[in-house]
């Protein structure tokens, strides 16, 4: 049997209180270790199924393994962008330099009008999902996504996502999104933005 390579849970650049008081520790506590490592857990099965699918050529659970493969793979690739966009306050320098910023202005006009409609599209997903700034044929887009398995673009980039499933913000927040978007723009690791960007466009 080809047995797939192993997930992990990426390692955090900071520690859980770290985020504070933007995002408090209890809420990345939960939303890593348990959130994230079940991504982790079921990416890791549902590939475990597939390779016993293909030794035993038997697919008829192909259905099931494929939504699994999506839910959970998806899940593990966008929380590990989204710990990685961030850093502690102090840390931050709080807008993008350089390439991306120019990229930015372009696209949007200012980093001012790139920030509201980030906001605004983040704000106005249904239930749960993201937004995200992505990179689509070398052009920057702000896309929502809605349950992340589904209705993707195919192709897109994703170089910075915020969370705004309810387990991301709900200890502090409870309904308010829009403070926890707002927050999160104080926490953005702008240099880690601006790595994703340059590497989109190789
Ligand atoms: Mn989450």
Same mark, same amino acid.
């Not at 209890?26 to 990416?43: F, I, R």
């Not at 038997?58 to 259905?63: A, H, N, R, Y």
């Not at 699994?68 to 593990?76: P, R």
């Given at each position: ?60 659970? %192909? ?5 699994? %493969? ?12 989204? &710990? ?45 999902? &993201? ?25 897109? %980039? ?6 705004? &499933? ?21 926490? %953005?690791? &702008? ?12």
């Amino acid at each position: 049997m080809i047995l797939p390579t192993k997930h992990t849970l990426p390692k955090l650049n900071y520690k859980f209180n770290e985020l504070e008081p933007h995002i408090d520790a209890g809420t990345v506590e939960l939303h890593y270790s348990k959130h994230h490592q079940a991504y982790v857990d079921g990416l890791n099965k549902a590939e475990e199924g597939l390779a016993k699918a293909r030794e035993t050529q038997d697919f008829s659970m %192909i259905k099931h393994l494929k939504k699994e %493969i999506a839910f959970h793979g998806s899940g593990h690739i966008m929380h590990s962008i989204y &710990w990685d966009n961030l850093c502690p306050a102090s840390k931050c320098k709080g807008k993008p330099t350089g390439k991306l910023l120019k990229a930015i202005e372009t696209k949007f006009g200012s980093f001012d009008t790139f920030v509201k409609e980030f906001k605004a599209a983040s704000t106005v997903v249904e239930a749960s999902g &993201w937004g995200v700034l992505a990179v689509v044929n070398g052009e920057l887009e702000i896309l929502t996504i809605e349950k992340h398995q589904n209705l993707t673009q195919m192709g897109a %980039i994703p170089i910075l996502v915020c969370d705004v &499933w309810e387990h991301a913000y709900y200890l502090k927040y409870q309904n308010k999104r829009v403070a926890y978007i707002d927050s999160f723009f104080n926490i %953005i690791n &702008w240099e880690n933005v601006e790595m994703r960007y340059e590497k989109s466009l190789k």
